[in-house]
């Protein structure tokens, strides 16, 4: 009876951290971004310019966001994969690729509005 309990308890753990990690990620925020090229990243990866990936201070590693360039309305959905940036008033970095994507690479930075694709759906544009 004793490995019984065990078990239980371990199910009712085990669902407690699933509860906990299952929770919605939000990200809906507004701020500077920046690109560069690429390199071994915080997660373990190696992020080429080709690929659509970010840093984020903050994200879990594989969240995907929904990033509108405010200047022209290109979008671009890439995965967190790397932490940063590291740059004072910057919020998100993004791959080469992901920065050609939503037309950025001349300007360097531009102001960005990042989402998670759920939340895009969900949201009016609101004022950033």
């Known amino acids: 009876m004793g490995s019984l309990r065990f078990i239980v308890?371990?199910?009712?753990?085990?669902?407690?951290?699933?509860?906990?990690?299952a929770q919605p990620v939000e990200a809906n925020e507004c701020g500077q971004a920046a690109w560069y090229d690429g390199g071994k990243t915080a997660s373990g990866e190696f992020s080429g310019p080709t690929d659509l990936t970010a840093a984020h201070r903050s994200l879990p590693f594989g969240t995907?966001?929904?990033?509108?360039?405010?200047?022209?309305?290109?979008?671009?959905?890439?995965?967190?994969?790397?932490?940063?940036?590291?740059?004072?008033?910057?919020?998100?970095?993004?791959?080469?690729?992901?920065?050609?994507?939503?037309?950025?690479i001349s300007s360097g930075t531009t102001r960005v509005r990042i989402r998670t694709p759920e939340e895009a759906v969900s949201l009016a544009d609101g004022g950033c």
């Open 9 to 21: 308890r371990s199910s009712a753990a085990a669902a407690v951290a699933f509860q906990l990690c």
């Open 64 to 104: 995907n966001v929904l990033v509108e360039n405010l200047a022209n309305g290109l979008q671009v959905t890439v995965r967190v994969n790397d932490r940063g940036p590291f740059s004072a008033g910057r919020m998100i970095d993004l791959s080469r690729s992901a920065a050609e994507h939503i037309g950025m």
